[in-house]
């Protein structure tokens, strides 16, 4: 039986290899064939551009406008997206719990380090405070006379010691509770404007419920993400351009901190700019475009993106030449280094001196007869 198996899988075997063979060579033959058609229709464009080069003197000149090309200083900045934020804004609690009796400030008011935002009821606290002086009061006295006695060798050791510890014990304890009693005024741990407001008087306030909002932005700062592609090119002190469109308002800034954490969920850090806010124009959680030079080239080769094309071969574009008195368009391929707002760096492919034509290159061909302005 196992032979008879054997027997019928062998040829399915070798039928299937034969199959994938046969799609081996049918793909090597397409690829053959596309190269094939690929080299008959560069070809065809050659003839053609040659065709045009020959033309007769009496064929229509093209109008185009020509740029000598000179070297220019070529920068490149990235551009992220940034976020605001306040040196000093927080969301001031309660540290202890208590009723709500008073609230001293309204939303929008300034306010000085120390000033009274609110204060909670703390009457059970006196009561405590008042009972605990009284127990002192006596236990001071107890202390005084059993002190006198100890020191005149009457009494024993272990009645001074006690009311000692009694006395200590209580004045801890009021230390305690005209602490507590402190924590039930709430005041302002920086100058600042109260910004919002979230308790009522008569409710309930405790260290876990939000009593106000308090943000000074005399100071902001900028944070956002940046490629980990551009760690070795953006550096603390670095320049940065921001704009807040929100506002119509640009600056420049210096880059006062990077991250030295890479983020694995989008494989970026942070850089953060400190600017000063006098006149509160900047708030936080505005939203800020962020452009800082990563590249500078002084002198350079630079020409407008647009008149650069590409094709199978690459990125050409269209330079003016004298040929057989005429004056002709040539196509010519350049590598391109780095693009930014507009402008390309071209590493190789041009000279000093080339005409660029940078007005009319979307109607000439390569020979196309031209007239220069």
């Known amino acids: 039986m196992k032979k008879i198996l054997i027997a019928c899988i062998i040829p399915l075997l070798f039928a299937c290899s034969a199959k994938e063979s046969e799609k081996d060579v049918n793909k090597a033959e397409q690829l053959k064939n596309y190269k094939t058609e690929l080299s008959a229709l560069k070809a065809k464009i050659s003839d053609l551009e040659l065709e045009i080069r020959n033309t007769n003197q009496d064929e229509e000149k093209i109008n185009v406008v020509v740029k000598k090309l000179t070297t220019s200083k070529f920068e490149h900045y990235i551009q992220i997206t940034g976020n605001v934020e306040a040196d000093k804004n927080i969301t001031i609690t309660p540290e202890t719990g208590g ?36 127990n002192l009061e006596l236990s001071s006295i107890l202390f005084e006379r059993q002190e006198r006695l100890w020191n ?56 876990s419920t939000p009593l106000a909002q308090l943000v000074n932005i005399n100071r902001v700062y900028v944070e956002g993400d940046v490629s980990e592609t551009f760690l070795n090119a953006i550096k603390a002190g670095g320049n940065a351009q921001l704009d807040f469109p929100a506002i119509n308002f640009q600056t420049k800034a210096k880059i006062n901190r990077t991250s030295n954490v890479i983020n694995p969920a989008n ?3 942070k850089i953060r700019i400190n600017l000063n806010n006098a006149n509160h124009m900047i708030k936080p959680n505005l939203i800020s475009v962020m452009k800082i030079k990563d590249y500078e080239v ?72 031209i007239s220069t302005k």
């Open 99 to 134: 009723n709500i009796i008073s609230i001293n400030v309204v939303e929008g008011q300034k306010v000085n380090k120390g000033d009274i935002l609110g204060t909670l009821n703390t009457s059970q606290i006196q009561q405590q405070i008042d009972e605990i002086k009284t």
């Open 152 to 207: 005149q060798k009457i009494g024993s050791e272990v009645e001074y010691l006690e009311a000692k510890a009694k006395k200590e014990a209580l004045e801890n304890n009021l230390a305690a509770l005209n602490a507590q009693k402190e924590m039930a005024i709430i005041t302002a741990p920086f100058s600042g404007i109260v910004d919002e407001i979230h308790q009522k008087k008569g409710e309930m306030a405790g260290p």
């Open 298 to 369: 002084l002198d350079a080769m630079v020409v407008p993106s647009i008149i650069i094309k590409k094709d199978f071969k690459g990125n050409y574009l269209y330079i003016a030449k004298k040929e057989n008195g005429k004056m002709l368009a040539e196509k010519v391929y350049v590598d391109v280094s780095k693009t930014y707002n507009n402008l390309s760096m071209i590493e190789s492919g041009l000279t000093l001196g080339d005409l660029i034509i940078t007005e009319g290159f979307s109607q000439v061909v390569n020979g196309a007869l």
């Open 267 to 269: 494989r970026s850090f």
